[in-house]
């Protein structure tokens, strides 16, 4: 194929548990959120899980 172009695409996911204790949804956005920069830092196209009571 002449003049084809390549495109790549990863991604990087950030995830949180819900906890058992009342958590508000700001608070699950904001560990996940946390857990994407984790992922992000880590290398990128990559996965982490924010940890159980992360600001606790």
Sequence with gaps: M???LNIAV???IGAAQ???DAM???EVVRDAG???Y???AA???RMAMAPPG???
């Design 10 to 12: 990863t991604a990087s």
């Design 18 to 20: 819900v906890r058992d």
């Design 38 to 40: 984790e992922a992000k």
């Design 24 to 26: 508000s949804a700001n």
């Design 2 to 4: 002449h003049g084809a």
């Design 34 to 36: 946390r857990a994407l």
């Design 54 to 56: 992360l600001l606790d």
């Design 43 to 45: 290398g990128r196209n």
